[in-house]
């Protein structure tokens, strides 16, 4: 049986743990706050920004080039991956690179033999993990997170648009979490590019895709197109950084909840091995006192 002293120092350790989980909880409660407000309101024009990228693709004369919709043999892949820059938020960023690997697994195992898959991390967990395995990393953006903002996203997001469009990649995807709520986080596995035609069949549909362009087909390509795909990378991100608060926040309630179970356990503990010492004291008195007096 442990010492009182023991005892004691545990239960000290673990109330000071308590209160950091606890105060960590808060914080992440707070941040998830803001993120959450950014995701409501970048959800609605992203998605429709989405759906008339697609639809604008699908509509483009065959004579006018969209560089970011050619589809071409798969010779090489980059893949995005999205993590945190810090732990303490459960299986969050494991969820995801053991995705990644999955992914590649499932899809560019022979590419992966012949060293044709490449990465770009965003978050340091990401890029610890895949080092590590010596896994083909072309950039890293570290502590994007910590200023999060569309500046940032879209160099990242340039520079998967760059390789493609230069013909370096063939395909590019991306894997990241989605925000569903503070519990659940979704694991998004989408192509980011080539960008995906939409197919219609009925002639209804096809009424729907009858655009007036204005000024022009080319323009609409050269402007509106790549900026469509740096606002949906971008509301990847946020979706990610709102998972990541979510998780944490979850997190940081369980440590909380299992230290205050240990708490319990110690205190039980604690004055059981107290009375044991008092019932000892006093079986020593009684037994100086009984050799007294004989």
Known sequence: MPSLKEVKN????VTSTQQITKAMKMVAAAKLRRAQDRIIQIRPYSQKLSSLLSNVSSTISGDIENKYAAEREINKVLILVVTSDRGLCGAFNANVCKAVVALIQEKYADLDKQGQVELLCVGKKGYD???????????DFVELFADLNFDNAREAAELAMKGYEEGTYDVVDLVYNEFKNVATQIIRKE????IAKVENDSEEESLNLDYIFEPSQEEIIKDLIPYSLRISFYKSLLESNAAEHGARMTAMGQATDNAQELLKQLKLTYNRTRQAAITKEILEIVGGAEALSN
Not at 10 to 13: C, P
């Open 191 to 194: 192509q980011f590019l080539p």
């Open 10 to 13: 545990r239960i000290s350790s």
């Open 129 to 139: 993990f895949f080092k590590r395995r010596n896994y083909k990393l072309i950039n």
